[in-house]
């Protein structure tokens, strides 16, 4: 499978021109609508944003690669199954990819041309990786109805990660959650919202530095599946550059599986989750992926191998959840429900495919959160 450079599939939506310019100006109103329509038309965008550093990645990576590094006993103090492993690490083998037991989600499987689909999920096997859960969020003012979505941050306890983890984590950490609050202000723009609208409704939501760690001595094998086929439940998933390629998306409107090589120097990858999805009352849709072992990857991992010996073989998803708060009333905004109704029509007519007709029914965003996290086996 050839690699495409995703900036041939994907809008390139500058912040840049949206932080320096007024929000009336021409250049600024034109940048904001290209990023709505990037994710109306496919669900994900690159985002530039010249505030994001390489090194700073690279720091983040290297911590993040000595902390997955550790006996599994050591990481296993990090785990709060009690908090629905909203905080703290997750093991591998724990969480399932929701989509192997989802009617709506499998027919959409079906519906892509057979070389475009993702590696067979019908196994239902929990996925081989590991992630660390570090929120970045405001706490709430009030008395929140889902205090286990807010609970305090895991500091590991080894002297070598200690120290540095709080530093690392908030430095990269606030790099991505301010990307992606400022990206919502664009899409709400974009949307003919006001600006804040987006980010008044995650004010206090449980934002979170979510990297995923696989071990690629163990799963290193081609057509390995580390993540499988799914998409994310937060509001908008935004993804540093990783060191190994694997991570493919479906743009919606298009049925192919895209490859991701996010290019060196200031871009991110912007996914659209199912809160955004819900908000819009379809009109934008969760973006689909999965994480993958490919020939990309295998080649990454004989560089990586030759260029630094000394380090761990460990392939580290450099992702932030920015979520919606948990108490706030998620409900279609009915301008968008009504767009969403109008674009579906003419997919209709034109004898495209575009998934189930979804209800979204009025619910709290925190609700919205555990009914997911029941389908994928974080919550009992
Ligand atoms: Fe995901």
Redesign the pocket.
């Given at each position: 499978m050839a690699v495409r450079d995703i900036s041939k599939d994907l809008p390139v939506i500058d912040l840049d021109i949206f932080r320096t310019g007024p929000l009336d100006s021409p250049a600024v109103i034109q940048e904001c609508e290209k990023a709505a329509t990037a994710l109306i038309i496919y669900g994900a965008l690159v985002l530039h944003d010249s505030r994001v550093s390489d090194d700073d990645n690279s720091t983040f990576l290297d911590l993040m690669e000595d902390y997955f590094n550790q006996p599994e006993a050591e990481l296993k103090k990090d785990e709060r199954p009690e908090l629905s492993y909203q905080v703290g690490v997750t093991l591998e083998n724990t969480e399932k990819p929701k989509c192997a037991v989802d009617e709506s989600c499998l027919r959409i499987i079906e519906a892509l041309e057979p070389a475009e689909r993702p590696l067979d999920i019908s196994g239902h096997s929990p996925d081989p990786k590991c992630r660390f859960f570090w929120k970045m969020g405001e706490n709430p003012p009030y008395k929140t109805e889902f205090p286990s979505l807010n609970a305090p941050n895991v500091i590991p306890q080894a002297d070598f990660l200690s120290k540095r983890w709080p530093i690392i984590m908030e430095q990269w950490g606030t790099c991505m959650k301010n990307a992606v609050a400022d990206l919502a202000d664009m899409v709400a723009l974009g949307l003919g919202l006001s600006a804040d609208t987006f980010r008044q409704a995650g004010r206090f939501g449980p934002h979170l530095l979510a990297p995923t760690a696989s071990d690629l001595v163990k799963y290193g094998q081609a057509d390995t599946i580390l993540?499988g086929f799914?998409s994310?439940l937060n509001f908008l998933?935004i993804h540093g550059r990783s060191r190994y390629p694997g991570l493919n998306i479906w743009a919606r409107n298009t049925g192919k599986r895209i490859p991701v090589r996010i290019l060196e120097g200031n871009y991110l990858l912007v996914q659209a989750g199912k809160q955004l999805e819900h908000i819009t009352g379809g009109l934008i849709k969760a973006g689909y992926?999965e994480v993958v072992v490919n020939e990309q990857t295998l080649a990454a991992i004989e560089r990586r191998k030759h260029s630094f010996p000394d380090r761990p073989l460990i392939r580290i998803s450099s992702t932030f959840f920015w979520h919606l708060s948990s108490d706030y009333d998620l409900v279609p905004i009915p301008p968008l429900s009504e767009k969403a109704r109008v674009l579906r029509a003419e997919k209709a007519k034109d004898g495209i495919p575009d998934g189930d007709v979804v209800e979204y029914r009025p619910m709290k965003v925190g609700e919205q959160v555990r009914n997911e996290l029941k389908h994928i086996a974080l919550m009992a």
């Open positions: 993540a799914h994310d998933t992926h």
